[in-house]
């Protein structure tokens, strides 16, 4: 499967921003979609993940950020509300087909990654 990661900016502190995974070449459905980030200078991080058992989110972003999915268009959004700079990074989408439950967080469970998008929040 491939993906494209689309929809990073600039954006102020306390505001909102919508970025989004396509996904093309094959049963999308049958995926539990990842999101990562990578802020400057710092290891990549669990963000989200939605698939067949669920959705799960870092504690850092629980309630602030919601991913969905729509299979019949394969794609999934991360909706980010109240954002902060420290959410500042590029933003990954990635794939399995094959997620246990308790990998979800783990990026070496994903065999498929998109390129990512940049958020930047700043004043």
């Known amino acids: 499967v491939l993906l494209q990661a689309s929809g990073g900016g600039l954006v102020q502190p306390g505001g909102s921003l919508r970025v989004s995974c396509a996904a093309s070449g094959d049963t999308f459905s049958r995926y539990t979609i990842g999101w990562f980030r990578q802020a400057p200078g710092k290891e990549r991080e669990f963000v989200a993940a939605?698939?067949?058992?669920?959705?799960v989110y870092a504690d850092s972003v629980k309630v602030r950020f919601i991913t969905s999915r729509d299979n019949a268009a394969n794609i999934v959004r991360l909706q980010m509300n109240s954002l902060q700079p420290e959410d500042t990074a590029d933003y990954y989408c990635?794939?399995?087909?094959?997620?246990?439950?308790?990998?979800?967080?783990?990026?070496?469970?994903?065999?498929?990654w998109g390129q990512g998008t940049l958020v930047t929040v700043s004043k």
């Open positions: 939605i698939g067949r058992h669920g959705t």
């Open positions: 990635a794939a399995s087909s094959t997620m246990i439950l308790s990998n979800r967080r783990n990026a070496r469970a994903y065999s498929y």
